[in-house]
């Protein structure tokens, strides 16, 4: 019989408050009392993270499980197996000795299983006269069956707590996406400094994120993630507002005739100049009105997605093209992308020679009809035939004064008349 007071182990193996209190628990243990082994497992498996044990603890005991031939466990004397640690390591997928014994410790300390070792430190069992088992030295599984309630209640917290944390993660990920797609949609309609301003606050909330995040940690970034939406929204609301009145207030109002156009009737004309400059520009790029657009109509919307497909060909990065719309414009740098592609092999670095585009085009030494294939080829080769004709042939100022017309007589034909 083993001792009702308290079971130490041998050699130098201090005890531990749990070791105590789990001897303690299972004195109040029914007789009777049984459990599925495997359902039990299962559910220490659940609230392993709770309890502080790793994975290689519940290869073991799962191991030390399978040495109980029987799939209910029952109080007893055999419930106390006694494998030796080469059997034990086998089972347990060839874990190593000292892995071995560094877990089993573990298990012992955290009250899941009782070490009761024999006088000498072996393992083994003593018989009565007619077979039947009578004790054991070895390890008991008995706090397995007394602990049953304590491990469901942690499984389901920590359950509960999963589930909280998955809801966490969809809510933040569908808020980001809603909140790129409506960053999308200002730069997409000219509200370039309110989209700056989202676009700022958002790549801050999300440097913020981590995979090991606390839940109130997730917490409060989602709450920053929904007041930056509801911002959003009400700005999305009035823009959507604004674009239904104007639709339907030229359907209220008298025809009148102004020879001075107002401010409004100013901002129609440029608009439409500018769809007009547009479709003169993509004539002159056959390459990408017939790879990309398939020669359809270059409608804005289908233009924009025509650039972002010609980005992705040109392995010019998202955000090196988000960049270039919020100073640009959406049109302006699907244009910009379309020149790029058109160039083809010509441009070594698609992305850098989109910022220097961008950068020239915001500093006003340049426009965007400046970056047209057809000057592009006609700069790179005047040139090369003035480096040439200035190094072969003596009269330079000749040739130079022939170049330059030829320059003005190109500028002329590529050039755009300002309004």
Known sequence: ???EVLSTSFGRRALSHAQI???QTIKTLKIDASADKWTLFRTLRAA???LGLA??????????LSFYPERMLRQGPALVVFPSNVTLAERANGISAATLRRHIALLVEKGIIIRRDSPNGKRYARRAAGGKLDYAYGFDLTPLIARQAEFEALAEAAEAQRQASRRLREQ???SRRTLAK???FLVAHDKTDAAARFQHAYAELSGKLSPRLAPEQASAILEDFSALLRDLGK????ITNAANLSAIAPQNERHKEDPTPDKKNQKIFSTDRKAALSVDILQQLPNFTGDILNNLTATSDRLLRASDLAARLLAIPTTTVNAARLRLGSLDTALAIAMIYELGEKIAKPSAYLIVITNKIVRNQQTINDFLPRRQNAEWSLSSQSRTLSENR?????ISDRLRQFASASDANFRPVRA
């Open 1 to 3: 019989m083993h001792s």
């Open 21 to 23: 209190s789990t001897q």
């Open 48 to 50: 392993a993270p709770s």
């Open 55 to 64: 994975d290689r603890a519940l290869t073991i005991l799962n191991a030390l």
């Open 172 to 174: 933040i990920t569908t």
């Open 182 to 184: 409506g960053i999308s």
């Open 235 to 238: 700005l999305l609301e009035n």
């Open 394 to 398: 003596p009269d330079s100022l000749i």
